[in-house]
C-alpha cells in the first residue's frame, strides 16, 4: 500500500492507494471511488531500486554509470 506526502493543492490531504484495489479518498463528506488503470485520476506512484540492485546493474555492463552513487542525483531530481 501507499500514502502520499500531503497535497498542498488538496487542503493537506494524502492519497492512500492500495495495491491491486483501487484508488479512495475521502474529501470532505463525499467519497470518491475511482478504478485504478484509467486516466481519471492522473497518479504516479514510484519506487527505486535497491543500493545492490543498481550496483549489480553496473558490474554485469561494465558501465560505473550505472552504480548507485552515480545515479542518485537523478533520483532526487524526480522529486522536484
Known amino acids: 500500500d501507499y500514502t502520499s506526502i500531503p497535497q498542498p493543492g488538496l487542503n493537506s490531504c494524502s492519497i492512500d ?3 491491486g ?3 479512495r479518498r475521502d474529501w470532505g463528506k463525499t467519497k470518491y ?3 485504478r488503470g484509467c486516466t481519471s485520476h ?3 506512484v514510484y519506487t527505486r531500486g535497491s543500493v545492490d540492485d543498481y550496483n549489480h546493474f553496473a558490474a554485469v555492463t ?3 554509470g550505472w552504480t548507485w552513487d552515480c545515479l542518485l542525483s537523478y533520483f532526487f531530481k ?3
Request: charged fraction near 10%.
Open 17 to 19: 492507494v492500495q495495491r
Open 21 to 23: 484495489q483501487s484508488l
Open 33 to 35: 471511488h475511482i478504478l
Open 42 to 44: 492522473n497518479g504516479m
Open 62 to 64: 561494465g558501465d560505473s
Open 78 to 80: 524526480l522529486h522536484t
